[in-house]
């Protein structure tokens, strides 16, 4: 069973071997690992939920609006200008 509950926690993976160095913690690798593609799953369902919003789905729709509405006018040639 996966303990959904350690998400979001700092995993210490080594600890210092007495030299000025750091020893890894063969344990808590495979637990650190997952415990972090649980985070990202859980941030891409927040953008996948975010981008089917109605109002982001709008957006295209609202930005080619805007642009119609803003356009200058194009200028008018006339016959007799020289």
Request: with cysteine.
């Amino acid at each position: 069973m996966i303990d959904r509950q350690q998400q979001n926690l700092d995993w210490y993976c080594a600890d210092d071997d007495g030299h000025g160095g750091a020893k890894l913690r063969s344990h808590i690798n495979g637990g650190a690992m997952l415990a972090v593609l649980m985070d990202i799953r859980q941030e891409l369902r927040k953008i996948n939920r975010t981008l089917q919003c109605e109002d982001t789905v709008d957006i295209p729709k609202i930005l080619r609006s805007i642009r119609r509405n803003t356009a200058k006018p194009k200028k008018k040639i006339g016959a007799g200008h020289d």
